[in-house]
């Protein structure tokens, strides 16, 4: 079962390695020679015209952002027009070249790809626009568009006309990100993402009512020490704007993360001590999320120490109190409105789509994102609009191949003859393949290090979804000759209630 994401995501990839293959031809005069790196992601903001996809080539001294349209033959002939016409807009919205992928017959027209290069040569034929045209996909191949794509058009950009953009332009076209949805397992909690969308929901139709007696004075006089013309509810959400989802932000911001019980920072002052309230997302369906406090390198802990030791002052406290408010407001938002688009709850806009409406509208039926109807609707979307079907087909062929070829990659054994499997080898294995094989993560993601591990947030929110089995511990879990323990029961489940909803 496939729909139009999760082929485009595989044909970006495969086109993407195509390019990678021939890039001193498609680069020629631009960067260092051979030393172009490419990956296939999508768009990070939501400014229309929207790309399917974004394929990113990056030389030590350059980088370009290409934009993905994907046309499948159900969508007809006329959707090769379609897609030269996105291709055009795409160029203008700030992208240094476009990429136009389309069958390359159809029932009543046998060289389409032909006839869209045909128009192009003959108006405008310095644009830097590539046509591919491909065969049907073999959806149970690792790679479905492997040997089943042909280029066209393939200009290189050197020989291509500058494109004159509208002020700004550049900068709608600068951010890709993964080419599944962006989610971090601290924070794409299904009831934040609920919140989020309910917010928008209620703003869209009666506004917003901020109330200031929500803050202490200290807080109130600490921002204002920071920024005298700052408006405290937009600097401590970090928003700037009245639009409808920086409305919305501001409403779940202080009305369940920031919110009145949880905003001072301390009960009394001899000694000082810190005001331990949870926020009030549920990260599962009884226990509350805790931010800004509850161990010892929270900001409250940290700041509460600091003064019970006599090393800051109150003053001081509250600013950086106030100035980490206002970061990690930037943070989760960044994590749960792009997440929420990707899967198609918001429109670019700001509105609840179709689709946003009905989960809502799930969750608040039954008071709670973790029923079993809007969980649904969330595991459908994130594996359809989010592609994460296709990051489930990447590991699910990769690792089956591996396992069938040795049984015990990945497998340590001690002295006693028990064997363990590797878990964090076998991640960092797919994540090599993923970057220089397939193309579909960043190289940059390799050097990242840290603490955070391979795909670590990707697979633990498909864990907290049910779409990964777990282990006795409730973790993902990972068995020799298997890899990953996918739930594919659930993941056919969702994808037919997704496509029937």
């Not at 903001?45 to 350059?62: E, F, M, Y």
């Not at 890709?176 to 993402?193: G, I, K, Q």
């Not at 917003?208 to 937009?234: G, M, Y």
């Not at 009884?286 to 003053?315: A, C, H, M, P, W």
Request: proline share 4%.
């Amino acid at each position: 079962m496939s729909s139009h994401n999760t082929e485009a995501a595989y044909a970006s990839a495969e086109i993407a390695s195509m390019i990678q293959t021939q890039q001193d031809h498609f680069f020629n005069g631009f960067g260092a020679s051979g030393a172009w790196s490419l990956f296939a992601g999508r768009e990070g903001g939501c400014q229309w015209p929207l790309a399917d996809g974004v394929i990113s080539a990056t030389n030590p001294n350059k980088q370009f952002n290409i934009a993905f349209e994907f046309k499948r033959p159900n969508e007809g002939v006329h959707g090769i027009l379609t897609a030269l016409g996105q291709s055009y807009a795409y160029l203008e919205k700030g992208y240094d070249a476009s990429v136009m992928c389309i069958p390359c017959r159809y029932s009543s027209h046998n060289y389409p790809g032909n006839h869209v290069n045909r128009i192009i040569e003959a108006t405008t034929p310095d644009i830097p626009i590539w046509i591919f045209t491909y065969d049907n996909p073999d959806l149970s191949a690792t790679r479905p568009f492997m040997n089943k794509i042909t280029c066209v058009r393939d200009i290189a950009l050197s020989a291509c006309r500058t494109i004159q953009r509208t002020s700004g332009a550049a900068t709608t076209a600068s951010r890709v990100t993964t080419l599944w949805a962006h989610v971090r397992e601290s924070m794409s909690h299904p009831d934040a993402l609920f919140r989020f969308c309910q917010s928008v929901k209620i703003v869209s139709s009666s506004g917003e009512n901020l109330v200031t007696s929500l803050f202490p004075q200290q807080l109130i006089d600490a921002v204002r020490r920071i920024d005298t013309n700052a408006d405290i509810f937009k600097y401590l959400s970090n928003t700037a704007s009245d639009c409808i989802l920086d409305m919305a932000w501001r409403k779940l911001w202080f009305s369940f993360y920031f919110w009145k019980d949880l905003i001072p920072l301390y009960g009394g002052n001899n000694p000082y001590m810190v005001n331990d309230v949870a926020t009030r997302i549920k990260i599962d369906e009884t226990t509350y999320q805790k931010l800004f406090s509850g161990r010892i390198d929270s900001v409250k802990n940290k700041l509460v120490n600091k003064l019970n030791e006599g090393i800051i002052s109150e003053n001081d406290a509250w600013e950086e109190y106030a100035k980490k408010v206002r970061s990690y407001a930037h943070s989760y938002r960044e994590v749960i409105d792009s997440g929420l688009y990707h899967m198609g709850f918001l429109s670019p806009n700001g509105d609840l789509t179709e689709l946003g409406y009905k989960y809502v509208d799930a969750c608040e039926r039954s008071n709670s994102a973790y029923n079993n109807l809007p969980m649904e609707i969330l595991r459908g979307a994130l594996l359809q609009n989010g592609q994460f079907a296709a990051l489930l087909h990447y590991i699910f062929k990769l690792s089956e191949e591996k396992f069938d070829n040795d049984l015990y990659a990945f497998t340590a054994e001690n002295a006693n003859g028990t064997r363990s499997f590797k878990q964090l080898e076998y991640l960092q294995w797919l994540l090599d393949y993923f970057a220089n094989t397939l193309h579909i993560v960043q190289q940059s993601t390799l050097r990242a290090g840290g603490t955070r591990h391979p795909l670590q947030a990707e697979i633990s929110f498909m864990n907290k979804l049910g779409i990964v089995r777990s282990n006795d511990a409730g973790r993902p879990a990972y068995r020799i000759g298997t890899g990953l323990c996918v739930d594919w029961p659930q993941v056919e489940t969702s994808l037919q209630f997704f496509n029937n909803l």
